[in-house]
Nanobody
Framework: QVQLVESGGGLVQPGGSLRLSCAAS????????MGWFRQAPGNERELVAG???????NYADSVKGRFTISRDNAKNTVYLQMNSLTPEDTAVYYC???????????????WGQGTQVTVSS
C-alpha cells in the first residue's frame, strides 16, 4: 500500500507565507510526477503546481512567481512554498503522485487527504 500524507496547511493573513509538505510512504518502487491541486468551495479542482521526474515544473498562471514546488527524492516528499498569499488562494490543497508500486510495472496515481489553506485577515 502507498499513502500520501500532507501537512502545513492553516490560517494565514494576506501577504503571508505557508509551506505545504507531502510525504509518500509504503511499497514504492519509483515516483514519477508529484504535485499539488487545490479546490475552493464551488470550484473544480485545479492544478497548482507539478514536478515531473526530470525536474520539469509547471504552475498555474495565478501562482507563478509566488509559489515554488520542490522535491526531496531521498524522503519521497514534495513541498509547496507559497508566498504573497491572497484570499483567492483559500482552498483545500491536495497532493498527488504518480507512483510505480513495488512489484508493479505501471504507474498508479495517488492522492493525499487534503489540507486546508485559509487566507484571511
Amino acid at each position: 500500500q502507498v499513502q500520501l500524507v500532507e501537512s502545513g496547511g492553516g490560517l494565514v493573513q494576506p501577504g503571508g507565507s505557508l509551506r505545504l509538505s507531502c510525504a509518500a510512504s509504503g511499497s514504492i518502487f519509483s515516483i514519477n510526477a508529484m504535485g499539488w491541486f487545490r479546490q475552493a468551495p464551488g470550484n473544480e479542482r485545479e492544478l497548482v503546481a507539478g514536478l515531473t521526474g526530470d525536474r520539469s515544473t509547471n504552475y498555474a498562471d495565478s501562482v507563478k512567481g509566488r509559489f515554488t514546488i520542490s522535491r526531496d527524492n531521498a524522503k519521497n516528499t514534495v513541498y509547496l512554498q507559497m508566498n504573497s498569499l491572497t484570499p483567492e488562494d483559500t482552498a483545500v490543497y491536495y497532493c498527488y503522485a504518480q507512483i510505480i508500486p513495488t512489484g508493479s510495472v505501471r504507474p498508479v496515481e495517488y492522492w493525499g487527504q487534503g489540507t486546508q489553506v485559509t487566507v484571511s485577515s
